[in-house]
């Protein structure tokens, strides 16, 4: 391990019951310019580590109170260090017992201070390099947690910015994503996904920015051009999105929102699997809640409106399973909001 100034850092503490071993090694340790601390023995070596970060602790296998098989098992369970053990000629023990115990090397006593510290640099830097990839994965975690983060802020806002100017649908957006992501999850849609089909469902009228407020608000009968304009929300959403590289089909499942399984839909008239999954979802959700809400202009037609209208059209405008998931999830009372 280097520091910032190029030199060699690190901390090592040598336990061994026999001092000459100790002075040795701590000397040639000091000469190639790590930190050293020495033990007599296991306890007073646990004691150092309580008050000192130590990089790495060197231990003899054969010590009074303790074996160094036993210390290195608790300091790997206890402390941040890595362990080499060092072992006699004649001593008792097998290598996948100091393996297995966490130790990262072993040398042979009597020890060549040489291949002693070459073997140290070896167990420091690759300590070095994983403790870089450890800090290398959490900033990567850290990072792709807040751009999620911006990401859901970002749509949200967007789905604030089409409600306002339709305060007559407010919250619809929000109340059929909480929908879309109960039956994707139901339908055992992977997390991913969902998440995706959330953020769809949160801006799926986004294209209505470009309809006229006044035909959005207009009370009673559209004419056929009016009709169509609506119609054009589709198509517009998709444009708007389409050039955003996002995971998950957001600007597909909202071109296709409309879709139903027969043809009947619009823009494209798709039918049945040529509709995706989350676009099947969505499309159901979406009229769920349109008729089962409360509008600033209406109360709710009834929960029993929006039942009867999944249940008559379901496998010819509707898919059948997401239809069979919404109506079970009616039945167990998991969408409380719309009981009335
Ligand atoms: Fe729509």
């Not at 159901?284 to 037609?301: C, G, K, N, Q």
Request: proline content about 4%.
């Amino acid at each position: 391990m280097t520091d910032t100034t190029g030199k060699e850092s690190g901390t090592i503490l040598v336990v061994d019951d026999e001092e000459s071993i100790r002075t040795m090694l701590r000397l040639g340790i000091k000469l190639s310019g790590f930190q050293c601390f020495v033990a007599d023995g296991p306890i007073s070596a646990l004691q150092t580590l309580d008050q000192n970060d130590v990089d790495v602790v060197v231990a003899d296998i054969k010590m009074p109170d303790m074996s160094g098989i036993e210390l290195a098992r608790i300091i790997k369970s206890r402390y941040e260090a890595d362990v080499i053990i060092m072992t006699g000629y004649v001593d008792d023990f097998n290598y996948e017992d100091i393996v297995q115990q966490g130790a990262s090397d072993f040398i042979q006593k009597p020890v060549r201070i040489a291949e002693f510290i070459a073997r140290l640099k070896r167990v420091l830097s690759e300590r070095a390099s994983k403790t870089a990839r450890l800090k290398a994965l959490s900033d990567l975690k850290l990072n792709l947690d807040k751009l999620q983060r911006a990401m859901e802020g970002i749509v949200h806002a967007m789905s604030v910015a089409v409600e306002m100017r339709d305060p007559y649908t407010a919250g619809h957006q929000q109340r059929v994503a909480h929908l879309t992501a109960m039956v994707a999850r139901e339908m055992g849609l992977s997390e991913d996904d969902i998440f995706g089909l959330r953020m769809a469902s949160e801006i799926h009228d986004l294209g209505k920015i470009t309809v006229p407020a006044g035909i959005l608000a207009k009370p009673g009968r559209l004419s056929e051009l009016e009709y169509e304009l609506i119609k054009s929300h589709v198509r517009s959403g998709y444009d708007i999105l389409k050039q955003i590289e996002f995971p998950w089909p957001l600007a597909e499942i909202i071109l296709q929102h409309h879709e139903r399984m027969d043809g009947s839909g619009y823009p494209q008239g798709l039918k049945g699997s040529e509709i995706l999954l989350q676009a099947r979802i969505l499309s159901v959700a979406d009229v769920f809640e349109t008729i089962a809400s409360h509008r600033p202009y209406r109360p709710s037609l009834g929960l029993q409106r929006a039942i009867d209208e999944l249940t008559d059209n379901k496998g010819i405008l509707f898919d059948e399973d997401v239809v069979a998931v919404f109506l079970r999830l009616v039945e167990e009372k998991r969408f409380p909001e719309f009981d009335n």
